[in-house]
């Protein structure tokens, strides 16, 4: 499969850049033609070539400089006009096959490199369930109208903003509101497009249609934030506009000393800058290439780049600093029974409920026990928790809701403190009750990823001066967490246009700046920051999208990985920038000076020169 898609790549990039192609086969049959003693033809061969591929290229290149977009490809241009002007065929093919060969090569590897982000599902919400009386029908999101009703099952994504109008449900909004905790919804509460039901079926009665819902409003935020973002100019094209000069005014010094207008050609195709043109993409793309084999997937050559410069990086906390659901943290026995029983006898009850909770628990008894026992009388309580017989004791864990509508009485005010203690640390409680009694209480925090605050380490020692974690959690939450990442500077509370407006105003003080997040939520200011990271593996399809890196792991400690790539790739393109132009100045005194250089030999020592350039470049893998 990955062989055919490969394939399929290498057929698209010949079909998008037949320049290259077409003008390396001619400039193979010229010299074939010509050693076989038909110079003429070899002429023509090469001149038709160098008309056909060159035009185009000069014509683009003209375009790009009309725009005020200074390139690398401006010699190149000049060189491939004179060449046609004076009829230096073979010397005007070479510079040609350098330029579009560029292209294509950068072209190649970053569709090579994206083939994993294919894997990628679009996260929007794509139909919805409408009810008519008794019967439902499947439709597109865009017929749904204000006042369908709706119905919402186990794991669906909710389609538009709407009303539930029946039983309450339970709705996960981590991926809007970066709030861990899925939340309780009951008649005549908000329900937000983009969140998720997981547990049980309810119904809601629609108050917006697709274009006016949460999740299109984010997606309009993401628009405007890419088009506001300002255009960065390439390695390449910054040394340029430095070489570029000292080019033209080494041609004219040439001719004025030769008097010779073969001359200006033969300076202009020894000065045609490989290393901007052919080794800064290699090194690019082999630093893509590098990173998508460690599950990183960079969208484009200026991400890879700007990521190396990085001085301030932002980092949301749901589902990136943190695994994004609340899991169990401790038990606390209030009774007689040991923790370990009270983990036994929660996990066999958990075992059989589908609430976000209970699969931590479940997962924490399973690693504990053999087996865990089926209880009698299975009961699931939406929103409350579950209840069930073991050993002929009735069992119930949940919230203190469930005690109070089973028992008809208060929880005792001697918990509270307990309770408040674990509040205040940014943690969550539910009970355990066995024949009435309070026998425990289950402790649950969302937990910072492995490797977090070694990864803040290693990011302060590589000369990232700011970081900082946005979340839309509470203070207390968000203070937990950062205290615990060793992140000192976190702002919380935050709607996704303020999480945008933090961004910008840090990119207008470091220039470049990177932001880290999976959620709809984070993806208005992964389009604003100098180079957006998502987290692929588990994130949305809307922040994949306005991402400019994508890590196709559950590791957000990759971004150090992916920054000290970017940098080495950095190191070695200035290495052959630096080495290949002053090569080329000093060739091209050479060819000022004497004249004696002809534009088909200095055609031939830029070649040597770009392998040179061109093998350095390759050591980024």
């Not at 038990?331 to 029983?341: F, L, Q, V, W």
């Not at 959690?473 to 702002?491: C, L, R």
């Not at 060739?587 to 534009?599: F, R, T, Y």
Request: glycine share 8%; hydrophobic share 45%.
């Amino acid at each position: 499969m990955e062989l055919h898609k490969r394939k399929n790549i290498t057929l698209t990039i010949v079909g998008s850049y037949p320049t290259v192609f077409f003008s390396i086969i001619a400039l193979v049959a010229g010299i074939v033609i010509f050693f076989l003693g038909y110079t003429s033809y070899a002429n023509i061969t090469w001149f038709a070539t160098l008309l056909i591929g060159g035009i185009p290229l000069v014509w683009k290149t003209l375009n790009k400089t009309l725009k005020k977009n200074f390139t690398s490809d401006i010699i190149a241009a000049l060189a491939i006009v004179i060449a046609i002007l004076l009829g230096q065929s073979f010397a005007g093919v070479i510079i040609v096959i350098m330029q579009s060969g560029g292209e294509a090569l950068e072209d190649y590897g970053f569709k090579r490199a994206s083939m994993s982000l294919e894997t990628l599902m679009a996260r929007a919400p794509k139909i919805a369930r409408r009810k008519i009386g008794k019967s439902i029908e499947e439709i597109d999101v865009n017929e749904v109208e204000v006042g369908n009703k709706l119905v919402i099952r186990h794991g669906d994504l909710i389609p538009v903003n709407g009303t539930v109008i029946s039983n309450e449900g339970y709705v996960d909004e981590s991926a809007l509101t970066g709030e861990p905790v899925p939340k309780t919804k009951r008649r005549g509460d908000k329900v937000l497009s983009g969140s998720v039901n997981v547990s049980g079926t309810f119904e809601i009665v629609t108050d917006k249609v697709s274009k006016e819902s949460e999740y299109e409003k984010i997606v309009e935020i993401v628009k405007q934030a890419q088009s506001q973002k300002p255009g960065i100019q390439r390695l390449a094209d910054k040394y340029a506009v430095l070489f570029t000069p000292i080019t033209l005014i080494l041609a004219g010094a040439g001719y004025l000393i030769t008097g010779k207008i073969v001359t200006i050609l033969s300076v202009l195709v020894v000065a045609t800058p490989c290393p901007l043109i052919i080794a800064v993409p290699i090194a690019v793309i082999a630093g893509v290439n590098k990173a998508s084999n460690e599950s990183i997937i960079v969208k484009s050559g200026i991400a890879i780049e700007q990521l190396a410069n990085t001085k301030a990086i932002f980092f949301d906390k749901t589902g990136t600093i943190t695994y994004g659901s609340p899991s169990l943290d401790k038990i606390i026995p209030t009774g007689n029974r040991t923790e370990r029983s009270l983990l036994y006898m929660s996990g066999c009850l958990e075992q059989l409920s589908a609430h976000p909770f209970a699969n931590s628990i479940k997962q924490k008894a399973q690693s504990e026990f053999k087996k865990l026992n089926t209880p009698l009388n299975f009961k699931e309580h939406p929103s409350k928790g579950v209840e069930g017989r073991l050993n002929g004791e009735r069992v119930l864990v949940g919230s203190r809701k469930l005690y109070e509508s089973t028992y008809k009485k208060r929880i005792q005010s001697k918990y509270n403190k307990i309770i408040k203690r674990a509040s205040d640390d940014g943690r969550l409680c539910t009970f355990i009750f066995v024949d009435g009694k309070i026998e425990g209480i289950i402790v649950m925090q969302d937990q910072i990823r492995k490797g977090v605050p070694d990864m803040v380490n290693e990011l302060n020692q590589i000369g990232i001066k700011n970081i900082t974690m946005l979340t839309g959690d509470n203070q207390i939450n968000a203070k937990v967490i950062a205290d615990e990442a060793g992140i000192t500077d976190y702002k919380p509370n935050l709607l996704p246009e303020d999480k945008v407006s933090i961004v910008k105003e840090e990119t207008q003080k470091h220039h470049a700046t990177v932001m880290v997040g999976d959620g709809i939520n984070d993806a208005p200011a992964l389009a604003t920051a100098t180079v957006g990271v998502a987290m692929g593996a588990h994130g949305t399809g809307i922040s994949a999208e306005a991402a400019d890196i994508v890590l196709l792991v559950d590791d957000v400690t990759k971004i150090t990985v992916a920054i000290k790539i970017g940098k080495r790739m950095i190191k070695i393109a200035k290495q052959s920038i630096y080495f290949g132009l002053g090569a080329s100045i000093v060739l091209m005194l050479i060819a000022a000076v004497s004249g004696e250089i002809q534009p088909a030999i200095g055609a031939v020592l830029q070649e040597i020169l770009d392998i040179t350039v061109i093998l350095n470049a390759l050591r980024v893998r």
